[in-house]
Structures are given as structure tokens and as C-alpha cells.
């Protein structure tokens, strides 16, 4: 390829930098796209066309027909098909040698060991839950010394960003949270007294309707519970006369959709892809660490670093090892916590995964943990992390215990 | 990815570190709730209840103001904060039939930090403290119980004696409220 058959002048290994081991890292190596929606469609489309040959895509959605505006791999007739299994199925009947996979579930459902396999992650997500699953997922797999790269779009209208996260590296997901836009929700008292929007009616038939009459969880992928919902939302609407009570705003609504812009999802997706090219080939320095774009007022980009949390919950806090005697107490471990120099904590609440172990406050925590204190640590605890924390620090801090 | 080698090599420099296998990882919603929990700092008309031992995401809190109109009142709320904390905020329900403008029948609950001004800076106590706030001061502003937020912003005195005689159970404008006293 003759991309890669000169040296960049920026490139950052130039001692070490061959061409030929470049293009042959591009078709040997596995890639996952996480998410086959907008995003997802670009960043398919454009590894197999730089040269990647090997490829996951997961995602537990179904085609359906308001996709069909930007995803461009998915026709009328794929309505209803798993969008994984579709995506896969085009991009390798239109480009020659390349492999797809497609698993059509939830990134929960698959072991840890299955993303193991993989140089680099690229996600095209658009839930904040799902995006925390992975990015805390390859954090703990960087623990094993196994760090695979995540590059992470994302797109809201006319705004967008991509970043590249070396997990337990750099700032990662978790570090950032702060600037996930939150979802859009409107006053309580307005959805029940006074709507003035078609979005409020919605909201009151979502949020005080459902719970009242039905003792299920609402599902929108279920058409009589989408039904029920625009129904009772547009009466609602009706006897406020309120217009503009839909059924695609119904939905919108109820599962906090942003309208996608086809060309935000290509551009992040494009700058994503370009990323993981350089990372497979070395060619060019990596993006360091985080682009956000801007289309609605006039165009912008702007690239910074994120800094890396020493109390991030995921990837911050390094786990420390406290020695402790097989003989001792609970309370006799606390105590060799707070005379621990590098700790210096006066008041620690401990827990584990699986139970409270000591809370110090509020009063009826620190009762019924009280008699944890007088029983031997090693029956309380075993291999697992134990978490500390402390009122008066900003931090938490992850315990391994190892015995005598 | 010779630049992962690069990096991964000075990380390796820097610190050896200590494993745990990923299954008896804590989720950083429960340290954060840790934190939280444990960093209350409530007045003593304020009690917490954890109900179901070892798990601190569903638990009561009990207020029973000193003063205001619903002096000596016992209110209880259940709180419920999901996997997605602090993103999403605690969610809190009173669970009593109560009359009072900004609660309504079902418990629901109007109060700005607890939907669209949550925001993952903030903490359950910063929840906490407004809703003693919202017991304290009722406000006719953001109604969920429209008659008596009306009552509120007509008739201060007819609103004191509306809640003296909720509160004891019974009945207001044709709708029965719970013995709360
Ligand atoms: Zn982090």
C-alpha cells in the first residue's frame, strides 16, 4: 500500500517503522465494532475499505424502518433482521477478503474471554450505560496486563467526538463522566399540571400513567405497550389542546433519542477509523486523546487531553495490598488501615462485593455492622477487593488482602 | 501498535501491579453510594432505615420536621439508587398518602435536584437536605397537588389546619391521607 510505504515525517517509531509488517498487522488483525447503527455502518464501511480484514461487529438491535434515512447498509427488505447480521452480510458481499462476524446480543451478554481475542475495540454506541460496561470491562482486562485500545465515537445532532483511550493508560471513560450531556427531562410539576409541550404529555403518560396502571416494566420495543403510551399521551395532549403528539415523538421521547445527522456520524466515524489505522500501522501519531466536533454554529474542532483521575472509581485508584495476620479481627485490620502512613484514614467504611463489611456512619449502618468487628477477618473475606472509604477524603481506595 | 508497546512498557516501569479477578470487582456505582452513605451529615429529625441487610441501594428515610407546618409529622421516603449512579439521580418516593403542594397521592415528588437539575456533582445528601427543604417550606410554585397548592397561596391559615388534620388521618376535600403523626 502506498499509504504506508513511505515514512511519515510526524511518524513517531521511524527506527523501527517497516511498511510491509504495516499492511500485513492491517489484514492479520481483529478488530470489534461495537454498535451496527449509524456509527457503526460508517466505521464498518470504512475499516474493510482501508484495508482491515478481519472483523466482530456486535449489537443486539433490530432494523428498523426510521434507520433507514443514514444506516446505509440496511434496505426496506431487512426491516426486522438483526442489524449485526445485515451490516456483516453487505460490507463483505461489497469488499473482497474481508471476514465479518456478527453476534446479534448485548456486549453483557459475551465473557470477559471473548474480548480478549481482539487488538482494538472501535464503539459506535449511543447509551452511556453500555459504553461504561466496556470501557470498566477493558480496564479490568488492562489489570491482566491485557490493554486493548478503545476508540469511542459519539454523535448528538450537529455534535459529536471521538477519543482514543489506552485502558488504565490514560483518562478513561469513567474519568469523564462529568461530560456526558445528561438526559433531558422536564420539571415533575409541569408534566402534571401544567404541559404546555407535546414532550410533557408524553412524559406524564411515561412517567405517572404507566407506573399507576401497569405493575410491568415499560418496554419499547413492545408495539401494544408503544401503542398504550401514544395513546394515552396524545388523550392527554388532546385535553390541553396540545398538538404535535406523534408516535415517532412518542417514541423519541421515551427513549431519549437525539435526531442523528448522517454527516456527524460520518465524519466521527471517519476520524475514529483513522485512529485505529494508526494504531495497527504505526504510521502516524495517535489522536491524543479526545476530539469533539461541532457542526451547529458554523464548524469546529478542538483536540485535548483528558487527565486521568486519581479517584476515578474505574481506573483511578490502584489496588493496594494490605498485609494482615490470619489471627486478627476485623477490627484489628481497621486499625492497621488508619496507621498505614499512605492511607491516613480516621474513620474507614469497609464493604466488599458481596457485604458490608464495617460502616462507620450513618448510625443505623454502623449498629448493624458493628458485630462484623469482633469476627476474624479471614472468614469475612477472602481474595475479592475490598473498597475503603473515608468522610473526610475525596478518594476511595481498593484493598487486596493478603495473610501470613 | 507499536505505540501501546511503547506505553505499556513505561506503565510496567512505573508500577507492579497487584490483580483481582474481574467477578468479585465492586461497581464503581456502589463506592461512589459508599461515599455517599457514609458521608451523610442530616440533622436529628432525620433517620436512615436499610431494611434489607447488605444492600445499601434500597433503603428509608424517615423525617419528622421540628417545625414548619408539618411539625411532629413522621414522614417516610423510600430511595432507590440503580446501577447507572451518580448519572442517574436516587430515585424517591414518599410513601404515604400525604397533603402537601408538591407531593401528589402516589408519592411522586416534585423537587428540582431529583429530575431535570441532577446533576453527578451532586450527592444524596444534597437530596436529602431539599427534601426536609420541601417539608419545610412548601411551595405553591411547582404543584403536583393542585388543591392544595391552591389552598397554599390563598389561605395560609386554612392550609395549616388542611395539613394538622391530614396528618392525623383523614380526610381533605374528599380525599383520605394517612395517620402520619
Ligand atoms: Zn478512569
Given at each position: 500500500m502506498e499509504l504506508l510505504g513511505k515514512i511519515g515525517p510526524y511518524n513517531e517509531v521511524a527506527d523501527e517503522y517497516d511498511a510491509a509488517a504495516s499492511v500485513e498487522a492491517l489484514s492479520e488483525s481483529k478488530v470489534l465494532v461495537i454498535g451496527a447503527g449509524g456509527l457503526g455502518c460508517e466505521i464498518l464501511k470504512n475499516l474493510s475499505l482501508t484495508g482491515f480484514?478481519?472483523?466482530?461487529?456486535?449489537?443486539?438491535?433490530?432494523?428498523?424502518?426510521?434507520?433507514?434515512?443514514?444506516?446505509?447498509?440496511?434496505?426496506?427488505?431487512?426491516?426486522?433482521?438483526s442489524k449485526a447480521e445485515v451490516a456483516a452480510k453487505f460490507v463483505e458481499s461489497r469488499t473482497q477478503g474481508v471476514e465479518i462476524v456478527p453476534q446479534f446480543c448485548k456486549i453483557q451478554d459475551k465473557p470477559l474471554d471473548y474480548y480478549k481475542q481482539f487488538v482494538c475495540i472501535i464503539c459506535g454506541l449511543d447509551s452511556v450505560e453500555a459504553r461504561r460496561w466496556i470501557n470498566a470491562t477493558l480496564v479490568t482486562l488492562a489489570g491482566e496486563d491485557i490493554i486493548i485500545p478503545l476508540?469511542?465515537?459519539?454523535?448528538?445532532?450537529?455534535?459529536?467526538?471521538?477519543?482514543?483511550i489506552f485502558p488504565s493508560i490514560n483518562s478513561c471513560y469513567e474519568c469523564t463522566l462529568d461530560l456526558v450531556t445528561p438526559k433531558i427531562t422536564y420539571p415533575v410539576c409541569?408534566?402534571?399540571?401544567?404541559?404546555?409541550?407535546?414532550?410533557?404529555?408524553?412524559?406524564?403518560?411515561?412517567?405517572?400513567?404507566?407506573?399507576?396502571?401497569?405493575?410491568?416494566?415499560?418496554?419499547?420495543?413492545?408495539?401494544?405497550?408503544?401503542?398504550?403510551?401514544?395513546?394515552?399521551?396524545?388523550?392527554?395532549?388532546?385535553?390541553?389542546?396540545?398538538?404535535?403528539?406523534?408516535?415517532?415523538?412518542?417514541?423519541?421521547?421515551?427513549?431519549?433519542?437525539?435526531?442523528?445527522?448522517?454527516?456527524?456520524?460520518?465524519?466521527?466515524?471517519?476520524?475514529?477509523?483513522?485512529?485505529?489505522?494508526?494504531?495497527?500501522?504505526?504510521?502516524?501519531?495517535?489522536?491524543?486523546?479526545?476530539?469533539?466536533?461541532?457542526?451547529?454554529?458554523?464548524?469546529?474542532?478542538?483536540?485535548?487531553?483528558n487527565i486521568k483521575k486519581s479517584d476515578c472509581p474505574v481506573c483511578g485508584n490502584d489496588l493496594k495490598v494490605v498485609k494482615a495476620e490470619k489471627w486478627w479481627n476485623l477490627k484489628e485490620f481497621i486499625e492497621e488501615i488508619k496507621h498505614q502512613k499512605d492511607i491516613q484514614m480516621t474513620n474507614p467504611s469497609l464493604s466488599t462485593k458481596f457485604q458490608k463489611l464495617y460502616f462507620s456512619s450513618p448510625e443505623s449502618l454502623r449498629l448493624a455492622t458493628e458485630k462484623n468487628l469482633q469476627m476474624k477477618l479471614s472468614d469475612l473475606v477472602g481474595d475479592e477487593e475490598v473498597i475503603v472509604t473515608d468522610p473526610k477524603l475525596p478518594i476511595s481506595l481498593r484493598v487486596r488482602i493478603v495473610f501470613n | 501498535m507499536l505505540k501501546l508497546r511503547q506505553l505499556q512498557k513505561q506503565k510496567q516501569q512505573e508500577k507492579?501491579?497487584?490483580?483481582?479477578?474481574?467477578?468479585?470487582?465492586?461497581?464503581?456505582?456502589?463506592?461512589?453510594?459508599?461515599?455517599?452513605?457514609?458521608?451523610?451529615?442530616?440533622?436529628?429529625?432525620?433517620?436512615?432505615?436499610?431494611?434489607?441487610?447488605?444492600?445499601?441501594?434500597?433503603?428509608?428515610?424517615?423525617?419528622?420536621?421540628?417545625?414548619?407546618y408539618y411539625k411532629n409529622g413522621k414522614f417516610r421516603f423510600s430511595v432507590g439508587v440503580t446501577d447507572n449512579f451518580p448519572m442517574e439521580p436516587p430515585k424517591i418516593k414518599c410513601l404515604q398518602k400525604i397533603y402537601h403542594p408538591n407531593i401528589d397521592l402516589e408519592g411522586n415528588i416534585c423537587l428540582n435536584i431529583l429530575r431535570e437539575d441532577w446533576s453527578p456533582v451532586l450527592n444524596l445528601n444534597s437530596v436529602i437536605i431539599g427534601l426536609n427543604f420541601l417539608l419545610l417550606e412548601p411551595n405553591s410554585n411547582d404543584p403536583l397537588n393542585k388543591q392544595a397548592a391552591n389552598v397554599l397561596s390563598k389561605n395560609k391559615n386554612l392550609f395549616a389546619s388542611n395539613v394538622k388534620s391530614s396528618m392525623r388521618g383523614g380526610y381533605v376535600d374528599d380525599e383520605y391521607y394517612d395517620h402520619i403523626m
Open positions: 480484514k478481519k472483523i466482530h461487529v456486535i449489537d443486539m438491535d433490530t432494523i428498523d424502518i426510521s434507520n433507514l434515512n443514514r444506516q446505509f447498509l440496511f434496505r426496506l427488505k431487512d426491516v426486522g433482521k476508540i469511542d465515537g459519539g454523535t448528538e445532532g450537529f455534535k459529536g467526538q471521538s477519543r482514543v409541569t408534566i402534571a399540571t401544567t404541559p404546555r409541550l407535546p414532550e410533557h404529555c408524553i412524559e406524564w403518560a411515561n412517567e405517572i400513567e404507566w407506573p399507576r396502571i401497569h405493575s410491568t416494566k415499560f418496554d419499547a420495543d413492545n408495539p401494544d405497550h408503544v401503542e398504550w403510551m401514544y395513546q394515552t399521551s396524545l388523550a392527554r395532549a388532546e385535553s390541553f389542546n396540545i398538538t404535535g403528539v406523534t408516535k415517532s415523538l412518542t417514541l423519541g421521547v421515551v427513549k431519549n433519542i437525539i435526531p442523528a445527522i448522517a454527516s456527524t456520524n460520518a465524519i466521527i466515524a471517519a476520524s475514529c477509523c483513522n485512529e485505529a489505522f494508526k494504531l495497527i500501522t504505526n504510521c502516524n501519531p495517535m489522536l491524543d486523546d479526545y476530539m469533539m466536533y461541532s457542526g451547529d454554529e458554523s464548524i469546529f474542532t478542538y483536540t485535548y487531553k | 507492579q501491579q497487584e490483580t483481582i479477578s474481574s467477578e468479585s470487582k465492586v461497581q464503581s456505582s456502589q463506592i461512589r453510594l459508599q461515599k455517599d452513605i457514609t458521608e451523610l451529615d442530616l440533622p436529628p429529625s432525620i433517620k436512615l432505615q436499610f431494611p434489607n441487610e447488605g444492600d445499601i441501594s434500597n433503603f428509608i428515610i424517615t423525617i419528622q420536621p421540628r417545625e414548619g
